[in-house]
């Protein structure tokens, strides 16, 4: 057979191969029949969507109009507090400037006035995302969204979605444009309780409907899209980013419409709101600063603001009534008792912020947001705007002992370990120059690490978090419980605690301490009902270990010492007890954050402007000269506590203390230190008055006579580690309570 033979019964063979598989499964999905396929399941969908469209009717306007209460209970069941009258004042259309109206048309649905009223692409990727379980992240009309708040629910249902997609059908045959703007725009709901935008207007501006600028209009509008993100008041660094470029967004929609004027719009300037007023009902004591809490958490666990607002929860709090009665009366004696509020702007300035966590369940016992949500709405128990100081320096020391990290030359860091504690000592090693000064600018010598957290050594620490590495601390202090933020560079200047925190962090991370190295994740809501559904909590508040038992229980030995014979001695009591110390740059904030076996709390005091706009000072405020962690702070740890254990309790500490981090090291061979000039001073604060803190941040040092080290020409300085005799240092076998466990 010839080659062009060959070839036409290859060709053939191809061909009678292409008829079988037309003839076998392939002949079902010819194009014809694919197209035919699609076009009938188009129909068929378009069927059954005009049925919908037939059986379902415009419903009577929702129960939201009489919007039940939530009823917050204490832990024991003991009702707190109800929420939930509505704050709504339905206001005409043309009472409402023509401009913000068009805020909100740019806002949400450029296309209303020419729309059918809804937005089939986006109601399909809102079906989608719900199916996925994406949450809110479809797109919906201004009509879509007032059927959604006048005729339905919150909810987020395939059901409910297409029931808003056929209504909004019919609503927008039979009424007029204009009054679906005015419904929209009186039944959204605007955070601070606002529902409509009379009782918007007066929440964040102070002014009628009818007074409200532009400018005003187009915050509200974008207001809506995350009320509680974006509220000026609360809002994160990147929700303030976030709303502000909403704004812009809305205004450049108008101009773009031709409902503003370019050069109008060029002129306008945002217009922060004012401060927010409590909600009625939330105003006395701390009722207001418990619910704001709990009420953030929920949303945490995944119940939009929207619902909650909806009402008719009964949501169960992990706050113990008289561990809550114990924190406000000792925030009354050893803090409010001595200001003069009204009489002195200086007194005026101080606030005071605690939150007390069970370390074994992670359950918030007690919790203090200030003076009251009248006077000040914003909590000082969970603000993040201050440095939480010296308290942070026990997590560079849990980092360190994590990370089984050596100082520069190669020695083990642990509690015996021995840096240079020169005042404004260089760091080395590190490619940041710092060189902080210690307070008093006083210089240790050679210390034990253990007495540089008794007495909380800025050179130090400084040094350590080099040794370390600022990215390795950093990871400790979020695993351990912190919150990232702005403000947080990983530089050595980090062991002063220059990154901002709340209470409610710091008690998180000392819980995880406490907890031997497990995570704990502070939990306010005990439980949250509605209607036979129940909140799921979406993090475990214990979680998995974070850090190694030794080297948590290791960070609780040396901190015993703080409280023992360090500049925490004012928290000691009936109990056995670790914590520490903080006063931050210019004495701005003051900390005591410290635990039992049983509770951890973290307590602060904050200096702010009477008008809540900036930091400043608490030197000759609460007591003449500065105001340390160890003073005012430890006295109301140690009074609250001393009430939450009722008066006292024998349990110790089990530690688990790793040998190596607490055993003496080997000495180097090096040339004999120069003594300094011996002090005198005392671990002990007093009520005394003291000297105006420096930049640099400690707590009031101990005194020892400790030489001087020998710098060698590169290189972290040598020396050879004297003894340290009465240094309180744990490790110690026969130091009683601790329970050590080698």
């Known amino acids: 057979m010839g080659r062009a033979e060959a070839r036409q019964a290859r060709q053939r063979g191809a061909r009678r191969a292409n008829r079988a598989e037309r003839t076998g499964i392939r002949r079902f999905f010819t194009w014809r029949k694919l197209l035919g396929t699609f076009l009938g399941f188009c129909l068929l969908v378009m069927g059954a969507f005009f049925i919908i469209y037939l059986l379902v009717p415009v419903p009577s306007a929702n129960a939201q109009a009489e919007m039940q209460s939530n009823v917050y209970k204490y832990s024991d069941g003991k009702v707190l507090t109800r929420t939930g009258k509505i704050n709504r004042e339905i206001v005409p259309l043309e009472k409402i400037p023509k401009g913000v109206q068009y805020t909100f048309v740019a806002a949400e649905n450029k296309t209303f006035f020419k729309d059918s009223g809804i937005d089939f692409k986006g109601t399909t990727r809102g079906v989608l995302n719900t199916l996925r379980g994406k949450g809110k992240q479809g797109g919906s009309t201004i009509t879509q969204q007032y059927v959604k708040n006048y005729y339905l629910s919150q909810e987020q249902t395939v059901t409910r979605k297409l029931k808003e997609l056929v209504i909004s059908l019919k609503v927008d045959q039979k009424k007029d444009k204009h009054e679906i703007l005015a419904g929209y725009i009186n039944t959204s709901y605007y955070g601070r309780n606002a529902y409509g935008i009379q009782a918007a207007a007066q929440a964040y501006y102070g002014v009628d409907a009818s007074k409200l600028t532009v400018a005003q209009g187009a915050y509200l509008a974008a ?269 050595p200047a980090m062991s002063l605690g220059t990154m901002g925190a709340s209470t409610w962090d710091m008690a998180a991370v000392y819980a995880s301490l406490d907890a031997h190295g497990k995570k704990i994740t502070p939990t306010i809501v005990k439980s949250a009902e509605r209607e036979g559904r129940e909140a799921e909590r979406k993090v475990d508040p214990v979680g998995g270990q974070v850090i190694s038992r030794e080297a948590a229980d290791t960070v609780t030995a040396a901190m015993t010492g703080v409280v023992r014979s360090g500049s925490g001695v004012n928290a000691a009591g009936e109990y056995q007890a670790a914590g520490k110390t903080g006063t931050s740059e210019n004495n701005r904030s003051a900390w005591f954050v410290g635990y039992t076996p049983e509770i951890v709390t973290a307590v602060g005091l904050f200096g702010e402007q009477s008008d809540g706009t900036g930091q400043v000072t608490l030197t000759n405020t609460v007591n003449e000269g500065r105001a340390n962690g160890g003073g005012v702070p430890a006295k109301i740890w140690k009074a609250y506590t001393t009430g939450a254990l009722g008066g006292g309790s024998d349990a110790r500490f089990d530690l688990d203390v790793d040998e190596s981090a607490t055993a003496e090291p080997t000495p180097t061979p090096t040339p004999t230190p120069t003594p300094s000039p011996t002090e005198s001073e005392t671990d002990k604060p007093d009520d005394s008055p003291t000297p105006t803190p420096t930049e640099s941040e400690t707590e009031p040092p101990t005194g020892d006579p400790t030489p001087t080290p020998t710098k060698s020409p590169s290189g972290p300085p040598s020396f050879t580690p004297p003894p340290d005799p009465g240094d309180g240092d744990p490790g110690d076998p026969d130091e009683p309570g601790l329970n050590l466990r080698p």
């Open 223 to 491: 207001l809506l899209q995350a009320p509680n993100q974006y509220d000026w008041a609360i809002a994160s660094d990147t929700g303030k980013k976030l709303v502000t470029q909403r704004w812009n967004y809305v205004l450049n929609n108008m101009v773009e419409e031709g409902w503003l004027e370019s050069s109008v719009r060029q002129g306008l300037k945002f217009p922060v709101p004012k401060p927010p007023k409590a909600a009625p009902g939330l105003e006395v004591g701390q009722t207001g600063y418990l619910v704001d809490a709990a009420e953030a958490e929920m949303e945490r666990m995944g119940i939009s603001e929207e619902e909650i607002k909806a009402g008719g929860w009964t949501i169960t709090l992990n706050i113990d009534r008289k561990r809550q009665q114990a924190l406000e009366r000792a925030v009354a004696k050893q803090l409010e008792a001595k200001l003069d509020r009204k009489g002195d702007k200086a007194d005026a300035t101080v606030q005071a912020g605690a939150t007390s966590v069970d370390p074994k369940t992670g359950n918030v016992l007690a919790l203090y947001g200030g003076v009251g949500a009248t006077e000040h709405w914003l909590s000082n128990a969970t603000r993040r705007d201050y440095q939480p100081a010296s308290t942070f320096k026990p997590v560079v020391l849990a980092s360190a002992l994590e990370n089984g990290s050596e100082t520069q030359d190669g020695r083990p860091i642990g509690l015996q370990t021995r840096y240079d504690g020169t005042s404004k000592r260089p760091v080395e090693g590190s490619d940041v120059a710092f060189a902080p000064e210690n307070e008093d600018d006083k210089d240790y010598g050679p210390v034990s690490v253990q007495r540089a957290t008794n007495s909380s050594v800025n050179s130090v620490f400084a040094q350590m978090i080099v040794d370390v590495g600022p990215p390795e601390v950093k990871k400790t202090a979020l695993d351990l419980g912190m919150t990232d933020g702005d403000g947080w560079p990983e530089q």
